[in-house]
């Protein structure tokens, strides 16, 4: 009998923390599961030799930023039929886009004092920017069942699925005590679900890291929020976090309330 060859995958980092990476390799429980679908090639993280593609699925963590990563996604694009960004950085920036918020001269300076020459650091953006991306996997870090799922279903020529809904369906689901009842800043009205509720099912209140949920009712659950005293300033800063570069609050950026 023919066997018939599985996908070839990269696993790429650009500027992050790596802690997507490092959530691939806790898949314990289901790497055998993943490398029965998918032949990873290509994952300097995790192995000793690495193919230079061309690739299937290309997943790629971090944000970009700086000059040289931009040639280095656009190889990756070239060299993939399908691109994957994992993780906050990569879908929104993620939290080295703090950094566009500070004078880049004076961070390069205080860090390297007048040595700044061979820095080639650039404003951090997505990958999105620069290439087409044809999934992504938000949330800091990109959360492992996303990675799971989103590998089922590329192997068998699907999109990965994305819920368009917010964590807070996800935490009633998930049976919890809802934290604005006890008067808590909780971002999950307006951040999208996927994660499963993971902060507020641990009593923790959602910070927002995967971003605002796509066609969010922004009046809606803004009143909720602001009834419990949460200013418009207050949301902007949890996102920006996260999403620095997110053109998805611009909506309630400009919403009068
Ligand atoms: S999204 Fe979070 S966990 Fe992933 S690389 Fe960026 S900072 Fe690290
Ligand atoms: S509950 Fe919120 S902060 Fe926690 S993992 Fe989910 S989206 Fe991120």
Same mark, same amino acid.
């Given at each position: 009998m023919t066997e018939v060859s599985k996908?070839?995958?990269?696993?790429?980092?650009?500027?992050?923390?790596?802690?997507?990476?490092?959530?691939?390799?806790n898949i314990e429980d289901h790497l055998l599961e993943i490398l029965g679908l998918v032949d990873i090639t290509t994952?300097?993280?995790a192995k000793a030799e690495n193919s230079d593609g061309p690739w299937d699925i290309a997943f790629v963590e971090g944000s970009v930023a700086?000059?040289?990563?931009?040639?280095?996604?656009?190889?990756?694009?070239?060299?993939?039929?399908?691109?994957?960004?994992?993780?906050?950085?990569?879908t929104h920036g993620g939290l080295p886009g703090i950094r566009n918020f500070r004078d880049m001269e004076k961070m390069k300076q205080t860090v390297y004092g007048d040595q700044t020459d061979h820095l080639?650091?650039?404003?951090?953006?997505?990958?999105?920017?620069? @290439?087409?991306?044809? &999934? %992504?996997?938000?949330?800091?870090?990109?959360?492992?069942?996303?990675?799971?799922?989103?590998?089922?279903?590329l192997?068998?020529?699907?999109?990965?699925?994305v819920a368009n809904y917010s964590v807070c369906y996800e935490c009633r689901i998930r049976e919890n005590a809802c934290l604005l009842n006890e008067g808590k800043f909780c971002m999950g009205p307006v951040t999208q679900?996927?994660?499963?509720?993971?902060?507020?099912?641990?009593?923790?209140?959602?910070?927002?890291?995967?971003?605002?949920?796509?066609? @969010?009712?922004?009046? &809606? %659950?803004?009143?909720?929020?602001?009834?419990?005293?949460a200013t418009k300033e207050m949301i902007l800063r949890k996102f920006l976090k996260y999403c620095p570069s997110s053109s998805d609050m611009d909506e309630f950026k400009e919403l009068e309330i």
């Open positions: 996908p070839k995958v990269g696993i790429f980092g650009l500027t992050g923390c790596a802690g997507c990476q490092l959530n691939i390799l994952w300097v993280m700086k000059a040289s990563e931009i040639e280095r996604v656009k190889k990756i694009r070239e060299k993939s039929k399908i691109l994957v960004a994992i993780g906050a950085c990569a080639d650091v650039i404003e951090i953006k997505p990958v999105s920017h620069y @290439v087409d991306v044809d &999934a %992504e996997l938000p949330g800091c870090p990109m959360n492992k069942n996303d990675f799971i799922n989103a590998v089922k279903a192997a068998v020529g699907k999109t990965p699925p679900a996927g994660c499963d509720a993971l902060c507020p099912t641990h009593g923790a209140t959602c910070e927002g890291c995967r971003g605002p949920v796509a066609q @969010v009712n922004w009046g &809606a %659950e803004y009143k909720i929020l602001k009834d419990l005293g």
